[in-house]
């Protein structure tokens, strides 16, 4: 998992393109060939000859998600009409689920422990 600040590795197209040829035209293992073209791990290298045998690019990224997908976010002109429609909100989920709102308690006043004593 990447950490917070990291600096990734970054090769160009001619480097991955030389390693991928290397490797594919080669009898050496992905690990010789990542550790000859100065590639910090073969499962690097594995990818890009994955992608190269699909005919995909390799700048290809698969988790980018495109940014007109899902709910449209809702815009406010000011913090009132957000207030206002968060309180709707809420009062919609607590009559959906009225098993999940607690009751304000309002019990008596509870005598003092010297009271009980007498």
């Not at 090769?11 to 990542?34: M, P």
């Amino acid at each position: 998992m990447a950490k917070k600040g990291q600096q990734f590795q970054r090769y160009s197209n001619e480097v991955k393109q030389k390693a991928v040829l290397a490797y594919v035209n080669g009898s050496k293992s992905y690990k010789v060939v990542a550790e000859e073209m100065g590639i910090r791990h073969c499962t690097q290298l594995k990818v890009w000859v994955k992608k190269w045998k699909n005919g995909q690019p390799f700048d290809e990224r698969g988790g980018v998600s495109n940014p007109l997908k899902g709910r449209p976010r809702t815009n406010f002109k000011t913090v009132e009409e957000e207030r206002d429609y968060l309180k709707a909100q809420v009062e919609y989920l607590k009559k959906q689920y009225p098993n999940l709102v607690k009751e304000e308690m309002t019990s008596p006043v509870r005598p003092n422990m010297k009271s009980l004593k007498d």
